[in-house]
């Protein structure tokens, strides 16, 4: 029986991995990677202290301080179900089963997919979700990034040094997302924007070769050799459903990142809070293990 399971080690769960440890709390982390969205992120330059940092440093720098507490960490296993039992927590993964006295989950969001034809088709042959990965693979090629956000934004930048055109298809009027990252898109020289646009099928043989696209209405059909799907992001909170979530699947918590299951605490992404960022998700996962070393300080766990 642990006294504290972190689900996640993105910047929510290695923060609060890092704040459990110097508590001395008996934990485990569970996750599927390390470092999350942080580490698929281009440049960043918004977290405090560092002017610019990649996502990947950032991730690698996150790491290497949990690392220092030799926090046990069970990497490569995925969470599928959440339970509550008594006062007792079920985590049941791919692998395993664990219990614990509290849980804090920090799981994050996921992109979500377009739902057209030739999507699953073509994943990996050309379609993919992360610009940070597999930009480089389309070295002097043309490109599509599907979405008008920071997301979408940020993977048009890194492939703006990479590829030969870049397609930005925004189904809005204009673009999105923070103004500094949207003047360096619109003013590179090799973007094309093409707003009130939607992809309608991605086409291909072996690898992808094409887009359709439908923009104010009219069909069109644009030869390319890469995707990047950036239209939005989903929650990770599936494997959970005894803890009230919002319309969009977010965990709700209140001020201190408890859900409406006592003992079951949640940071980051994955919550309702209003803000995504790095640095907000680091301070939640502060909070949400403060607040659990108090809950089983209150429940005489230890
Ligand atoms: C392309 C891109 C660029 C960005 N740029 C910036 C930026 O410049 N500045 C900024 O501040 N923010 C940026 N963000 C947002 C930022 O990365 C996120 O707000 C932040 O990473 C959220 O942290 P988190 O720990 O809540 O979740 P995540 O980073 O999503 O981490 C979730 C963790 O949970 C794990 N996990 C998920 N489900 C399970 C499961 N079922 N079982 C086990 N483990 C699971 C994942 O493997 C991961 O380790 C960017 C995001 C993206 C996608």
């Known amino acids: 029986m642990y006294d504290l399971i972190i689900i996640g080690a993105g910047p929510a769960g290695i923060t609060a991995s890092v704040y459990a440890a110097r508590k001395r709390i008996n934990l485990l982390v569970i996750t599927n990677d390390i470092g999350g969205q942080a580490a698929l992120s281009g440049?960043?330059?918004?977290?405090?202290g560092y002017q610019f940092i990649s996502g990947p440093e950032l991730a690698q720098k996150f790491e290497e301080h949990m690392r220092q507490y030799k926090i046990p960490v069970k990497e490569n296993e995925e969470v599928v179900e959440v339970k509550k039992q008594g006062e007792k927590i079920l985590v049941k993964t791919n692998k395993e089963e664990y219990e614990a006295r509290s849980v804090i989950i920090a799981s994050g969001k996921r992109s979500r997919e377009l739902g057209v034809p030739g999507e699953k088709e073509f994943k990996n042959k050309g379609l993919t979700y992360c610009a940070t990965c597999d930009g480089p693979l389309f070295s002097g090629k043309d490109v599509a990034v599907i979405g008008g956000g920071n997301s979408a934004l940020d993977a048009a930048l890194q492939l703006i040094?990479?590829?030969?055109?870049?397609?930005?298809?925004n189904n809005t009027s204009g673009l999105g997302g923070d103004a500094i990252m949207r003047s360096k898109v619109e003013e590179a020289e090799n973007v094309t924007i093409l707003n009130n646009s939607k992809v309608t099928a991605i086409l291909g043989e072996k690898m992808v070769k094409a887009i359709k696209i439908n923009k104010d209405g009219q069909d069109e059909?644009?030869?390319?050799?890469?995707?990047?799907?950036?239209?939005?992001?989903?929650p990770n909170s599936?494997?959970?459903?005894?803890?009230?979530?919002?319309?969009?699947?977010?965990?709700?918590?209140?001020?201190?990142?408890?859900?409406?299951?006592?003992?079951i605490f949640a940071a980051g992404d994955v919550t309702h809070i209003s803000e995504k960022q790095i640095i907000i998700a680091a301070g939640e996962g502060s909070k949400a293990c403060l607040s659990a070393f108090k809950y089983l300080a209150r429940h005489n766990f230890r």
């Open 43 to 48: 440049d960043i330059e918004n977290y405090t």
């Open 161 to 169: 040094k990479i590829a030969k055109r870049v397609y930005v298809i």
């Open 221 to 234: 059909t644009l030869s390319l050799e890469g995707v990047f799907v950036e239209a939005g992001l989903i």
């Open 238 to 263: 599936d494997f959970v459903k005894d803890v009230e979530r919002n319309v969009w699947g977010e965990i709700k918590i209140d001020s201190r990142n408890q859900t409406s299951n006592a003992g």
